[in-house]
C-alpha cells in the first residue's frame, strides 16, 4: 500500500511515518549495515527494502525537499534554491514556504481528515496553518515563525530546542562543532519523540539535518580510521541508529520510510 493509498483507507488506524536524513548516501547506511554501527537499521534492511535514489535537478536541499514535500518536480513547485531572481531584474529574493506553487503531503492528509505532525523539513519556513503540527526546518531564522500553532513555542525553548547546527562553531575548533552537532541531534530527537508519543497524529514527518552537518565539516574523516573524528563520526551515526530503533519500536500498524535528499 502506497503512503497516499494510507490516506484513502477505511481503516482508521492507518498511519504513515517519515523520517529524513539529510544528505545521507545509501552507499553510507549500506557500510554501516555491513560493519555493524547500524544494527537498527540493518533489521530495518531485513524487514524492508534499502534503495538508491535520484535527487532532484538541481541537487540541492530546498528543492529535494520541495519535491518530497509535493511530488512535483521544480517547474511545477517553483523552488529552484535557496535563492533566486525576481522576475525582470537582478534583484535576489529568498524563496520560502509563501512561494511554493504545489500542495504539499500533509495538506493532502488534512484534506482526507487526517491530522499531521512535520518537524524539521528544510524549506517550510515561515510556518503555514495546518491541521497538527509543524516546526520549520533548515533555512529557519525566528523559532516564533518556524512554528505552528504557536503555543508550542514555550515547550520548544523549555526543551532547548535547536533549530539547526550553529556552524559558526567551527571558528572556535571543530571540538567545539562536533560537541555542537551531537547537542542538536540529542534535542532533537527528543523533540521528536515526545511529540511522537505525546500527540496525536496519522502523518509523522521527522527529519535529522545533523546527519548533513557532520558531513560538511567532517566526511573525509570516514574514510581515515586514524582520523581524529573517526570515531566520533561513528559514534554520531550510532546515535541516529539509536533513534531509528527507538521509532521501530514503537511501532504497529504504521507504514514507516527513511530516505534522503541526496547523497554526499
Given at each position: ?116 505532525i512535520v518537524i524539521n523539513v528544510p524549506s517550510t519556513y515561515p510556518a503555514q496553518p495546518l ?134
Amino acid at each position: 500500500m502506497g503512503l497516499l493509498d494510507r490516506f484513502k483507507s477505511k481503516e482508521k488506524n492507518k498511519r504513515a511515518v517519515l523520517i529524513g536524513l539529510d544528505g545521507t548516501p545509501c552507499t553510507l547506511l549500506r557500510q554501516f549495515i555491513a560493519d555493524g554501527t547500524m544494527p537498527n537499521m540493518r533489521r530495518l534492511d531485513q524487514q524492508g527494502s534499502l534503495l538508491q535514489m535520484d535527487t532532484s535537478i538541481p541537487d540541492i536541499s530546498s528543492v529535494a525537499w520541495t519535491s518530497f514535500m509535493t511530488g512535483a518536480n521544480p517547474g511545477r513547485h517553483g523552488i529552484y534554491g535557496f535563492l533566486d531572481l525576481q522576475p525582470n531584474s537582478y534583484k535576489i529574493y529568498f524563496p520560502s514556504s509563501r512561494h511554493i506553487k504545489s500542495e504539499t503531503l500533509w495538506a493532502v492528509a488534512n484534506r482526507a481528515g487526517k491530522r499531521a505532525i512535520v518537524i524539521n523539513v528544510p524549506s517550510t519556513y515561515p510556518a503555514q496553518p495546518l491541521n497538527g503540527i509543524l516546526i520549520s526546518g533548515f533555512v529557519a531564522v525566528d523559532i516564533n515563525k518556524a512554528t505552528y500553532p504557536a503555543t508550542l513555542v514555550p515547550k520548544l525553548k523549555e526543551m532547548d530546542y535547536r533549530i539547526d547546527v550553529d556552524a559558526r562553531k567551527v571558528q572556535q575548533s571543530h571540538d567545539a562543532l562536533m560537541d555542537d552537532v551531537l547537542k542538536t541531534l540529542e534535542r532533537r530527537v527528543e523533540l521528536l519523540l515526545h511529540l511522537y508519543d505525546k500527540e496525536p497524529w496519522d502523518l509523522f514527518i521527522g527529519v535529522v539535518t545533523e546527519t548533513d552537518r557532520l558531513q560538511h565539516f567532517f566526511m573525509d574523516a570516514m574514510a581515515d580510521a586514524s582520523h581524529k573524528y573517526h570515531a566520533a563520526f561513528r559514534e554520531f551515526y550510532r546515535r541516529v541508529d539509536g533513534f531509528l530503533g527507538q521509532i521501530a519500536e514503537r511501532l504497529k500498524d504504521e507504514t514507516m520510510l527513511i530516505m534522503g535528499d541526496h547523497g554526499f
